[in-house]
């Protein structure tokens, strides 16, 4: 029994699949699968139930997962203790960003803390906020960005921007001569945003289900310069964040939106409790740098 037939094994359960468990180790689908195979006929017992599409764990795979676990976390303690006597950091970190995300003290850290520890391999996965944050309580992702309308439950977590929405328009809409607009005013027309599991997404339903609007959505777009640009051309009103906006000054006009008093928040969050990867201390120090945060 080797530690890498542990590792495959956890990633196959944690993604309940072979094949993005392959992608998360870096290595082929028949790679990852021979080597579970190897691991059975060790412990003369089948793992995975591979009738179904998810790679579901049997009752014996049930059984073994958290010593796996237990095994790989105290591997990684014995390389730790290495390490802090030889002052080195190894080992790999996955990190999630929201889709569309282009704020860049996310990408100065990660630059900062790839030239500082250069043996830590770093990995960067997009997805919507509602998929990375179960990855990060999953254990499948270290760190994330995320967007959302509060500070997320059930793990660890710090707002790194927190804004107002606004809605954008093109010279010439009945809204554009406005300087703020209630809800309701806004959603009388139209609207072009972000899709649900997006954290500004979340904000603008919030605020709608709270005074009882149902807004016709458009068009839906995961970047914001997709959502200016569809905008742009008369699509609908953009629903942005007020620095999101900003940025598509010369095509749109930014309305403050006077009854939204909630925030749309970025945070980056990471997993309470569990194993954590040595080097994460680290890449959150640099995180906090990044983004000019205290501590």
Known sequence: MELRQLEYFVAVAEERNFTR???RVHISQSGVSAQIRQLERELGAELFDRSSRA???TVAGKAVLEHARAALAAAEAVRRGVDEVTGLL???IAVGMVVGCTVMPLFEALAAFHEAHPGVELSLLEDNSDRLLEAVRG???????V???ALPEGVNSVAVVSEPLVVAVPAGHPLARRKRVALREACAHPLVCMPRGTGLRTVLDQACAARGLRPSIALEASAAGAVADLAARGLGVAV????MAAGYA??????ALRDVPSPAL?????RDGGPVVPALPALLRRMRQAFGLAG
């Open 90 to 92: 190894r080992g790999r």
């Open 240 to 243: 942005l964040s007020e620095s």
């Open 266 to 270: 970025l945070a980056l969050v990471w």
């Open 55 to 57: 790679a579901a764990l």
């Open 21 to 23: 468990a392959a992608e």
């Open 147 to 149: 967007g959302a309308a």
């Open 250 to 255: 010369d095509r749109l006009t930014a309305i």
């Open 139 to 145: 254990g499948a992702l270290d760190l994330a960005l």
